[in-house]
């Protein structure tokens, strides 16, 4: 996601405060357990004890967020947090749009942004593999032979390298100001050189992650929207998730940024101006969710890729419809595949990325572990070695995107969830390389 108008935050005394006020918090012992737990579930919410965490260290996390909106970090958020197959937080907080607009529910709708890449695309590409019709070593030009017209390098580029973010693109181009359309995108696209021979180095490139959708719907045959909803969303019950949202939707939707060369404020529209210009149907961005759809894909993931017996009436249940269960979505030796780290020269997985340093999901989930951010102020993380996932929604490019509060906020958010756990011994991750964030 371009990041061009990012400008300087400013008032850098309250960032300071504000980053120390997170690690208090996420650094206080939780407190003796409350005798009532049964009595401390909200909605769809299993009392924390249920599934080995504490009562009071969630509720001194939910005072946090609160606190943390009120100093600028965004509007409004929404938060999931699944463990042991259950929910244990699932709630909003804080506005839609500031003061006197709608409150954030789980059921918001939040443009999700690179949440896209992995969400959408990366599942449809495992998809594909797991059907035989796709490999990570085809060339990209056995798919898309147009592909390859800018530079002879590119009939070289693999599946593989695409997903791990090393086929030599750039990170991204400013098209939209120049450009509208898929038939214009596809020539762009085409005819764009590469900065480096393919196979090196680590650029997180959003062109990598469209030509990834072109493939899904080459093969498929269906635009990449129509191919998601057939094979996933529908099938979890995912009705919030999609592309192009409707009209009637948006009064649950956040508004994310003031964009004046659009008209105003971006409000059921995709914030990401490459993929709003290619039609709001990409692979890097478009897709719109809400919290309580993501914790079904969440829980998919933990289920390596096989959808649970669920009943959604049933406390804590992560799902939307009943199901039966044993429909497998996603083969499990893909998932264990696509999520693990890839090498020690990066962060990234395939498709995915991993906890590395000041990772986006603080410190103490485990190099086991996988997620990803959305420039928006959207994440997932996931952890199957604490049985974990933790969905973290966000709009703090409401009004500006020149607005970096959500960085330090995020990573409090995991640790004082992480450290919560109390059935099993948590420990701070050993660190490495810097991971950036979006």
Known sequence: MPGSRRGTVGRTLSRILLVMAFAAVAACSPAALPAQADELRVGNEVAPEWVGMNSEALRQLDSMIDSALVAGVAPGAALVVGRHG???????????DGPGTAAVTPETIWDMASLTKVIGTTTAVMQLIDAGRLSLDDRVVQYLPWW???DARKAQVTVRQLLLH????PAFRRWFLEMEGRP??????????LEADPGGATVYSDIGVMTLALIVEEISGNRLDAYLED???????????GFLPAPELRSRIAPTEIDELRGGKMHGRVHDENADAFG????HAGLFSSGQDLAVFAQLMLDQGEVRECDPSQIGAPCRISAAGGERLVQSATIEQFTRRFDDSS?????WDTPEGRSSAGAFFGRGAFGHTGYTGTSIWIDPDLDL????LTNRVNPTRDNSRHVPFRRAVHDAVAQSITDMPVTRRESGQYSPEN
């Open 389 to 392: 996932f933790v969905i973290l």
């Open 231 to 241: 094979a996933l969303f529908a099938p979890l019950g995912m009705s919030d998730t």
């Open 148 to 150: 390859s017209e800018g």
């Open 184 to 193: 214009a995108y596809i020539e762009a696209i085409g005819a764009e050189p």
């Open 86 to 96: 259950r929910i244990v937080r699932m709630r909003g907080y804080g506005t839609l």
């Open 280 to 283: 709001g149907v990409a692979g």
């Open 166 to 169: 090393r086929a030599g693109l």
């Open 347 to 351: 962060s990234r997985a395939f498709g």
